[in-house]
């Protein structure tokens, strides 16, 4: 599903197993405007049952985790944080929101936090377009410090639905009006 697109994001990748149901895919020579970027795929706990229902219920789902350093820092910062996905409600967590601005979404459970002129609006329009394309956000992250400038966490999406050019497109886009 994403080997024919990671053209879109940089030109070689390496590939790590992480465990036994995680891998990252670390991308040389990021294209604009990314520095450097790293794909991390994070399935359920499928072989041992036990396991897997405990993650389910807590809300863990096969997982798309796209990071990256930007060439140049954003104007501002965003949180969208879902609490019914595992990597939400984590940050959720652990999150110091002073400082912040919670924001709210039409029709949404999820907590948005901004931090910055532009940032509401970059939120909601980004929010629009992943909903458009039919992709569950567990968190989108937009900061201007490390250790990642640039984190989205969505939930495996459907290859017959959408494909991965369509994420890779889209996060490069969310990218560059940062």
Known sequence: WLRESLPIIGERTTLQWMGTSAIKLSIAKAKEPFKDAEIVIVMEPRDVPILWWHGHARGRRDTLILRAHLRQPPRFEAELLNPARWTGREMIEKM?????????????????LTNGAGAQEWLRRWREQMSGAGVECARLSLRRSAPQHFEWHLTLPPAKRVRAAQVLEMWREMGRQG
């Open 96 to 112: 110091d929101q002073t400082g912040w601005t919670k924001t709210s979404l039409p029709n949404e459970d999820l907590t948005a």
